[in-house]
Protein backbone atom coordinates (compact mmCIF):
# COMPACT_ATOMS: atom_id res chain seq x y z
CA UNK A 1 0.00 0.00 0.00
CA UNK A 2 1.28 3.32 -1.10
CA UNK A 3 2.23 6.02 1.87
CA UNK A 4 0.62 9.14 2.32
CA UNK A 5 2.59 11.86 4.21
CA UNK A 6 0.33 14.68 5.07
CA UNK A 7 1.46 17.59 8.17
CA UNK A 8 -1.10 19.11 10.41
CA UNK A 9 -3.49 16.56 9.43
CA UNK A 10 -5.28 16.06 12.54
CA UNK A 11 -7.99 19.28 11.45
CA UNK A 12 -9.22 21.53 8.82
CA UNK A 13 -7.50 21.13 5.34
CA UNK A 14 -5.27 18.16 6.22
CA UNK A 15 -7.64 16.37 7.96
CA UNK A 16 -9.86 17.01 4.73
CA UNK A 17 -7.08 15.83 2.69
CA UNK A 18 -5.30 12.70 4.91
CA UNK A 19 -8.86 11.15 4.79
CA UNK A 20 -9.70 11.86 1.26
CA UNK A 21 -6.31 10.18 0.36
CA UNK A 22 -7.13 7.45 2.71
CA UNK A 23 -10.27 6.78 0.81
CA UNK A 24 -8.11 6.89 -2.30
CA UNK A 25 -5.74 3.75 -1.26
CA UNK A 26 -3.24 5.56 0.74
CA UNK A 27 -1.60 4.47 4.26
CA UNK A 28 -2.26 8.25 5.59
CA UNK A 29 0.31 9.27 7.83
CA UNK A 30 -0.53 12.16 9.84
CA UNK A 31 2.50 14.32 11.02
CA UNK A 32 0.37 16.87 13.86
CA UNK A 33 1.29 18.09 16.73
CA UNK A 34 -1.86 17.87 19.07
CA UNK A 35 -2.41 14.03 19.95
CA UNK A 36 -5.84 14.94 20.49
CA UNK A 37 -6.17 15.74 16.75
CA UNK A 38 -4.06 13.46 15.64
CA UNK A 39 -5.56 10.56 16.89
CA UNK A 40 -9.27 11.85 16.51
CA UNK A 41 -8.52 11.57 12.84
CA UNK A 42 -6.76 8.44 12.50
CA UNK A 43 -10.08 6.83 14.15
CA UNK A 44 -12.05 9.01 11.54
CA UNK A 45 -10.28 7.34 8.93
CA UNK A 46 -9.97 3.86 10.03
CA UNK A 47 -13.87 3.95 11.04
CA UNK A 48 -14.40 4.82 7.25
CA UNK A 49 -12.00 1.73 6.11
CA UNK A 50 -9.20 3.23 5.76
CA UNK A 51 -5.40 2.76 7.13
CA UNK A 52 -3.50 6.03 9.30
CA UNK A 53 -1.22 6.80 11.77
CA UNK A 54 -0.42 9.25 13.84
CA UNK A 55 3.60 10.66 14.22
CA UNK A 56 3.12 13.83 17.35
CA UNK A 57 5.95 15.87 14.92
CA UNK A 58 6.41 19.38 15.33
CA UNK A 59 7.13 20.80 11.91
CA UNK A 60 9.86 23.87 12.67
CA UNK A 61 12.01 21.10 14.75
CA UNK A 62 14.85 19.33 12.83
CA UNK A 63 15.15 16.89 15.33
CA UNK A 64 11.21 15.96 15.48
CA UNK A 65 10.76 15.92 11.87
CA UNK A 66 13.82 13.87 11.27
CA UNK A 67 12.20 11.18 14.40
CA UNK A 68 9.17 10.75 12.30
CA UNK A 69 10.64 9.98 8.86
CA UNK A 70 12.81 7.63 11.03
CA UNK A 71 9.69 5.65 11.68
CA UNK A 72 8.87 5.38 7.60
CA UNK A 73 10.34 2.63 5.43
CA UNK A 74 8.61 4.55 2.13
CA UNK A 75 7.18 7.58 1.14
CA UNK A 76 5.11 8.35 -2.13
CA UNK A 77 3.21 11.26 -1.57
CA UNK A 78 4.30 14.18 1.06
CA UNK A 79 1.60 17.00 1.80
CA UNK A 80 2.92 19.99 3.46
CA UNK A 81 -0.07 21.82 4.85
CA UNK A 82 0.96 22.68 8.15
CA UNK A 83 1.03 25.90 8.69
CA UNK A 84 -0.18 29.12 11.25
CA UNK A 85 -1.56 32.53 9.78
CA UNK A 86 -0.17 35.79 10.83
CA UNK A 87 -2.19 39.12 10.41
CA UNK A 88 0.08 42.49 10.26
CA UNK A 89 1.90 44.76 8.13
CA UNK A 90 5.59 45.63 7.88
CA UNK A 91 5.76 48.04 10.87
CA UNK A 92 3.28 45.91 13.20
CA UNK A 93 5.54 42.64 12.45
CA UNK A 94 7.78 42.10 15.23
CA UNK A 95 11.17 40.49 14.50
CA UNK A 96 9.56 37.64 16.74
CA UNK A 97 7.04 36.99 14.83
CA UNK A 98 8.57 36.83 11.50
CA UNK A 99 10.90 34.20 13.32
CA UNK A 100 7.68 32.40 14.73
CA UNK A 101 5.83 32.23 11.02
CA UNK A 102 8.94 31.41 9.14
CA UNK A 103 10.22 28.53 11.77
CA UNK A 104 6.85 26.76 11.08
CA UNK A 105 5.73 28.17 7.63
CA UNK A 106 8.92 27.61 5.51
CA UNK A 107 11.51 25.60 7.95
CA UNK A 108 8.68 23.06 8.58
CA UNK A 109 7.81 22.66 4.73
CA UNK A 110 11.99 22.52 4.41
CA UNK A 111 12.36 20.30 7.32
CA UNK A 112 9.67 17.70 5.44
CA UNK A 113 11.28 18.16 2.30
CA UNK A 114 14.88 17.40 3.41
CA UNK A 115 13.29 14.11 5.01
CA UNK A 116 11.09 12.86 2.43
CA UNK A 117 13.13 13.63 -1.18
CA UNK A 118 16.12 11.41 -0.25
CA UNK A 119 13.60 8.36 0.86
CA UNK A 120 11.25 9.20 -2.64
CA UNK A 121 14.63 9.06 -4.59
CA UNK A 122 15.16 5.32 -3.21
CA UNK A 123 11.69 4.06 -4.03
CA UNK A 124 11.83 5.36 -7.76
CA UNK A 125 9.80 8.29 -7.31
CA UNK A 126 6.91 10.36 -6.12
CA UNK A 127 4.42 12.97 -5.31
CA UNK A 128 4.96 16.71 -3.20
CA UNK A 129 2.09 18.41 -3.09
CA UNK A 130 2.65 21.88 -1.40
CA UNK A 131 0.00 24.34 0.54
CA UNK A 132 0.74 27.89 -0.56
CA UNK A 133 -1.96 30.48 -0.72
CA UNK A 134 -3.21 33.35 -3.29
CA UNK A 135 -1.16 35.31 -0.84
CA UNK A 136 1.80 34.58 -2.24
CA UNK A 137 0.78 35.94 -5.73
CA UNK A 138 -1.34 38.62 -4.80
CA UNK A 139 -0.83 41.78 -2.40
CA UNK A 140 -3.16 41.13 0.69
CA UNK A 141 -3.72 43.82 3.32
CA UNK A 142 -1.90 43.25 6.79
CA UNK A 143 -0.35 39.73 5.86
CA UNK A 144 3.31 41.00 5.69
CA UNK A 145 4.95 37.61 7.73
CA UNK A 146 2.00 34.91 5.86
CA UNK A 147 2.72 36.47 2.50
CA UNK A 148 6.42 36.14 2.92
CA UNK A 149 6.02 32.09 3.55
CA UNK A 150 4.02 31.41 1.35
CA UNK A 151 5.50 32.87 -1.55
CA UNK A 152 8.66 30.91 -0.07
CA UNK A 153 6.53 27.92 -0.31
CA UNK A 154 5.69 28.44 -4.00
CA UNK A 155 9.00 29.06 -4.84
CA UNK A 156 10.09 25.98 -2.86
CA UNK A 157 7.94 23.96 -4.70
CA UNK A 158 9.52 25.15 -8.44
CA UNK A 159 12.62 24.60 -7.34
CA UNK A 160 12.07 21.03 -5.89
CA UNK A 161 10.06 20.11 -9.34
CA UNK A 162 13.15 21.50 -11.49
CA UNK A 163 15.92 18.91 -9.13
CA UNK A 164 13.83 16.19 -9.05
CA UNK A 165 12.14 15.99 -12.25
CA UNK A 166 14.31 13.18 -13.60
CA UNK A 167 14.27 11.17 -10.06
CA UNK A 168 10.77 10.50 -10.76
CA UNK A 169 9.63 13.40 -7.91
CA UNK A 170 6.57 15.85 -9.02
CA UNK A 171 6.06 18.86 -6.78
CA UNK A 172 3.37 20.99 -7.11
CA UNK A 173 1.10 23.34 -5.10
CA UNK A 174 -2.47 25.03 -4.58
CA UNK A 175 -2.99 28.25 -3.94
CA UNK A 176 -6.22 28.63 -2.10
CA UNK A 177 -8.31 32.01 -1.04
CA UNK A 178 -10.25 31.66 2.31
CA UNK A 179 -11.29 28.39 3.47
CA UNK A 180 -14.08 27.89 6.03
CA UNK A 181 -11.51 25.94 8.90
CA UNK A 182 -11.39 25.60 12.87
CA UNK A 183 -9.14 28.51 12.48
CA UNK A 184 -11.35 31.12 10.58
CA UNK A 185 -14.06 30.13 13.17
CA UNK A 186 -11.72 30.50 16.10
CA UNK A 187 -11.63 33.88 14.42
CA UNK A 188 -14.76 35.00 14.39
CA UNK A 189 -15.70 33.42 17.94
CA UNK A 190 -12.62 35.10 19.33
CA UNK A 191 -12.79 38.69 17.52
CA UNK A 192 -16.50 39.33 17.59
CA UNK A 193 -19.49 39.84 19.70
CA UNK A 194 -22.68 37.69 18.22
CA UNK A 195 -23.87 40.40 16.95
CA UNK A 196 -21.01 41.58 14.88
CA UNK A 197 -20.23 38.07 13.38
CA UNK A 198 -22.85 37.62 11.03
CA UNK A 199 -21.66 40.82 9.12
CA UNK A 200 -17.80 40.09 9.25
CA UNK A 201 -18.87 36.47 8.15
CA UNK A 202 -20.62 37.86 5.38
CA UNK A 203 -17.63 40.37 4.93
CA UNK A 204 -15.34 37.28 4.54
CA UNK A 205 -17.63 35.12 2.31
CA UNK A 206 -17.92 38.30 -0.11
CA UNK A 207 -14.06 38.42 -0.65
CA UNK A 208 -14.46 35.47 -2.84
CA UNK A 209 -16.66 36.59 -5.79
CA UNK A 210 -18.61 32.95 -5.90
CA UNK A 211 -19.93 34.14 -2.66
CA UNK A 212 -18.65 31.80 -0.04
CA UNK A 213 -15.61 30.66 1.83
CA UNK A 214 -14.03 27.40 0.15
CA UNK A 215 -14.66 24.25 1.76
CA UNK A 216 -11.93 21.56 3.19
CA UNK A 217 -13.13 18.96 0.89
CA UNK A 218 -12.94 20.57 -2.23
CA UNK A 219 -8.92 21.53 -1.38
CA UNK A 220 -8.78 18.18 -0.64
CA UNK A 221 -10.51 17.05 -3.85
CA UNK A 222 -7.62 19.10 -5.76
CA UNK A 223 -4.98 18.00 -3.17
CA UNK A 224 -5.64 14.10 -4.41
CA UNK A 225 -5.53 14.92 -8.12
CA UNK A 226 -2.36 16.18 -7.97
CA UNK A 227 -1.01 13.36 -5.72
CA UNK A 228 -2.43 10.67 -7.73
CA UNK A 229 -1.55 9.05 -11.26
CA UNK A 230 -3.75 10.79 -12.92
CA UNK A 231 -1.83 13.81 -13.17
CA UNK A 232 1.29 12.21 -13.76
CA UNK A 233 2.46 14.94 -16.36
CA UNK A 234 1.83 17.67 -13.98
CA UNK A 235 4.78 19.25 -12.12
CA UNK A 236 6.05 22.53 -11.26
CA UNK A 237 2.18 23.87 -11.02
CA UNK A 238 0.40 26.59 -8.58
CA UNK A 239 -3.10 26.19 -8.60
CA UNK A 240 -5.65 28.92 -7.69
CA UNK A 241 -8.85 27.29 -5.96
CA UNK A 242 -9.97 30.53 -5.09
CA UNK A 243 -13.73 31.35 -6.03
CA UNK A 244 -12.75 33.82 -8.34
CA UNK A 245 -10.57 35.99 -6.15
CA UNK A 246 -7.57 36.17 -8.39
CA UNK A 247 -9.67 36.50 -11.55
CA UNK A 248 -11.25 39.84 -10.40
CA UNK A 249 -8.18 41.31 -9.10
Known amino acids: ?39 ATVEMITQ ?3 TAQHIKTDVGSTESVKAAFEQLDQVDVLVNNA ?4 IGNLETCTPEELDRIY ?14 VPKMVEGGGGAI ?31 VARDYIDKGIR ?13 VDGYLANNFSD ?37 KFITGSAYDIDGGFTLLR
Open 83 to 86: GVAS
Open 129 to 159: LNLASIASKIGIADRFAYSMSKGAVLTMTLS
Open 195 to 231: EERPAMEAKLSAAQPIGRMGKPEEIADLAAFLCSDKS
Open 48 to 50: AGG
Open 1 to 39: MPTAVITGGGSGIGQAIAMKLAADGFHAVLLEFSDENGE
Open 171 to 183: ANCICPARVRTPF
Open 103 to 116: NINVKGVYHCLYFA
